[in-house]
């Protein structure tokens, strides 16, 4: 079977996964209770279920691993690397302790701490901005600011929203 083909079939089951789980999680988040009450800190007027990490956790890593256990598997030097390794590390960190939030509600402390242990873990592993290109030929070395851009550059994908969610959008509140 083809590289393509593979991938293609990992690609579906990723989304069939996903898909699949996503209503479950959502219908036994209504059944107990685990839901995200409107607030002044919130934009919704009404309930939200929570739990939607692990159908996305879950639709990355379950296909992944299926197709480990194929014969001649795809991405064999992508799962050998040891820097998608601390990339998995740092994604399951954030991933167990979104899931704890979702159930107890931490401290956005914990979580921007989690977030930060994810990213040094995947500076740990290889990835990291060691060179800010200017050109197609020319770059400046960043040494030790490495790290601190590499942790700026990971985190407010996590904790910063692209918008002001205290703000009313039109359609949202009234």
Do not use: N
């Amino acid at each position: 079977m083809s590289q393509f083909i593979i991938t293609c079939c990992i690609l579906a089951a990723s989304l069939v996964t996903s898909l699949t789980l996503t209503p479950l999680l959502i219908s036994a988040a209504k059944r107990f209770k685990i839901l995200d009450r409107p607030s002044a800190r919130r934009v919704h007027a009404d309930p939200i279920p929570r739990l939607g990490g692990p159908a996305l956790y879950a639709g990355f890593f379950l296909p992944l691993l299926v197709s480990t256990l194929l014969p001649g598997h795809l991405l064999p030097g992508i799962l050998a690397d040891s820097g998608f390794a601390w990339l998995c590390a740092g994604a399951t960190l954030v991933f167990t302790v979104g899931l704890i939030d979702d159930l107890i509600t931490l401290s956005p402390w914990v979580k921007l701490s989690s977030h930060l242990a994810a990213a040094g873990l995947a500076y740990l592993g290889g990835i990291r901005i060691h060179v800010l290109s200017l050109t197609q030929t020319m770059g400046v070395e960043l040494g030790l600011l490495s790290l601190p851009l590499t942790l700026f550059w990971f985190v407010p994908y996590h904790q910063c929203p692209p918008f002001d969610r205290r703000a009313p959008r039109s359609g949202r509140r009234g």
